[in-house]
């Protein structure tokens, strides 16, 4: 019964796709975007000279803590708009990649500060990209690489359903 129990166990990571295993590693990417873009908005609101001060409050913890689980998490939640080829797909990756960015900034202010951080959850967000062009760019690169790590899951997604480029 011990080996039985301990062999399911130990194949748990081996049983994953190399479309799954990019899914994964896109999540993760969506993770690590999210914790810098949180970490940035705090630098835009910050009152401070420099955000790598060692005393951070836990209310600046928590707000880097949220923006990364929720990013990453709603990139599971999209993961179906993106990876998709052609035109259209990079397209649908683009709308997902924005509605990724608008409802980080919604989710993650409401878990901060409820009904004001809702409100200005997306400006401040929008005021982040605006402000620092070299977040704005982190933002498009980690979307495309959150794009094109979610295109082997589809082709593997395609081949099993037998759904079509658009069917779904």
Request: charged share 15%.
């Amino acid at each position: 019964m011990k080996d039985v129990l301990s062999s399911r166990v130990d194949g748990l990571f081996r049983r994953l796709s190399p479309g799954e295993a990019k899914l994964l590693a896109a999540f993760l990417v969506g993770a690590i975007f999210g914790m810098f873009l949180s970490w940035s908005a705090l630098d835009t609101l910050s009152w401070r000279s420099a955000t790598f001060e060692s005393d951070w409050k836990t209310q600046e913890r928590w707000l880097v803590f949220s923006g990364t689980v929720v990013t990453g998490a709603l990139v599971f939640f999209m993961r179906k708009h993106f990876g998709h080829g052609g035109l259209t797909g990079l397209l649908r990756a683009l709308v997902a990649g924005l509605w990724v960015l608008f409802l980080a900034g919604i989710l993650t202010g409401t878990l901060n500060m409820p009904l004001w951080g809702t409100t200005f959850g997306v400006i401040i967000i929008a005021a982040t990209l605006v402000k620092s062009p070299f977040v704005a760019a982190s933002a498009v690169i980690a979307l495309a690489l959150i794009h094109w790590l979610c295109r082997p899951w589809q082709i593997e997604r395609r081949s099993i359903f037998g759904f079509g480029e658009t069917d779904y």
